[in-house]
């Protein structure tokens, strides 16, 4: 039992860490300070799109761990950093080749605090990369 508490903990941590990642690279994809903007500002479309990132990371993160349990659990640590990584670099790409392809600055709709749709698919962006990774993962 002891074991698999310290198991536990190694992947929670692990998994806080990519979603640390995560919230700095959209952070670095947007004008401003993401936190500021949803805790002062209230940007309603900046907690949607960092909620459906964090969605995302959680679920390749999970799949990481559940697909690679059954290994030793340095190759499953292993795969859950990789894929982890992984994630937080193609949700970034995606985020920029959905600014690329739609007008105006996607970052900036998104630190607007009256909602805009963009924040809707922009979450969908970053959920569907989520699922193709988880998909590529999974057995």
Known sequence: MLASIGYAAAYTGV????????FFALDLLTPGNL???????RSVNAAVTLAAGFLGQGAIVFASIWTNAT???GRALLYTVVFGVLGVLLQAVAFVALDLITPG???AHLMEPVFHPASLVSAAVQLAVAAIIVA???P
């Open 15 to 22: 998994g806080i860490v990519l979603l640390v990642l995560g």
């Open 35 to 41: 936190g500021r903007h949803i805790y002062d500002g």
């Open 71 to 73: 290994s030793s659990f």
């Open 105 to 107: 600055r996607l970052g």
């Open 136 to 138: 590529s993962i999974w």
